[in-house]
């Protein structure tokens, strides 16, 4: 990213801002690590380094949309939540409508019920947000799973989107529909 970076700058503290904030308030919520602080590996401080670092001379961020591409078993649903919750805690964003979708509803939910298990194992964080069935709150701020049903998103002012599988969507209706949805945000 440094190639073709003129006018834009990279903020080192807020890049390691969200890193440590992973580290220490995100944990694994399944398997033998459950409940034990993440410790990202360097791909995954290179990703969120990259998103939330990288800055336009305003001051938001460079980069508005990412793909991640990785092999099964990297952790990708885990690393999404922590992105989830970064968002949720430390953008500042008013309103912020922050969502996950995918092919089927059942798969966005890994990503919900993952936010939701890191919440629920640090009690810091689980006094400052509300958990519903389908919905987590932190003030006016909300997270959803949602269907893949693109015709019922229009409404939407998103700003956060993890469109997970993306490769198994049966098109780009959905997608374009979020993408769409996030240009009211300015970051």
């Given at each position: 990213?440094?190639?073709?970076?003129?006018?834009?700058v990279f903020?080192?503290?807020?890049a390691?801002?969200r890193?440590?904030f992973?580290e220490?308030?995100?944990t694994?919520?399944?398997g033998?690590?459950?409940?034990?602080?993440?410790?990202l590996e360097d791909w995954q401080?290179?990703l969120h380094?990259?998103?939330?670092g990288w800055?336009k001379?305003n001051?938001?961020r460079?980069?508005r949309?990412?793909f991640?591409?990785?092999?099964?078993?990297?952790a990708?649903?885990t690393?999404?939540?922590?992105?989830?919750?970064?968002?949720m805690c430390l953008?500042?964003?008013p309103g912020a409508?922050c969502?996950?979708?995918a092919?089927e509803?059942e798969?966005a939910r890994?990503?919900?019920e993952?936010?939701?298990?890191?919440?629920?194992?640090?009690?810091?964080?689980?006094?400052?947000f509300n958990?519903?069935?389908?919905s987590?709150?932190?003030?006016d701020?909300s997270?959803?799973?949602?269907?893949a049903?693109a015709?019922?998103?229009?409404?939407?002012n998103?700003h956060?989107?993890?469109?997970?599988?993306?490769?198994?969507?049966?098109d780009g209706?959905l997608?374009e529909?979020?993408?769409?949805s996030?240009?009211k945000?300015?970051?």
């Amino acid at each position: 990213p440094f190639e073709q970076s003129e006018g834009y700058v990279f903020d080192a503290e807020e890049a390691q801002l969200r890193i440590d904030f992973v580290e220490a308030a995100c944990t694994h919520v399944k398997g033998k690590l459950a409940g034990t602080p993440i410790k990202l590996e360097d791909w995954q401080k290179s990703l969120h380094a990259n998103l939330f670092g990288w800055k336009k001379p305003n001051g938001e961020r460079r980069f508005r949309e990412a793909f991640v591409y990785v092999p099964r078993g990297n952790a990708k649903t885990t690393n999404a939540a922590t992105i989830v919750l970064s968002c949720m805690c430390l953008d500042n964003e008013p309103g912020a409508e922050c969502y996950s979708a995918a092919a089927e509803r059942e798969q966005a939910r890994l990503c919900f019920e993952c936010v939701e298990g890191m919440i629920k194992n640090r009690p810091e964080l689980e006094k400052r947000f509300n958990i519903f069935k389908y919905s987590i709150t932190r003030g006016d701020n909300s997270y959803k799973a949602i269907s893949a049903e693109a015709k019922s998103k229009h409404g939407f002012n998103a700003h956060l989107v993890v469109n997970d599988e993306l490769h198994a969507h049966k098109d780009g209706e959905l997608t374009e529909t979020l993408m769409t949805s996030t240009l009211k945000r300015s970051q």
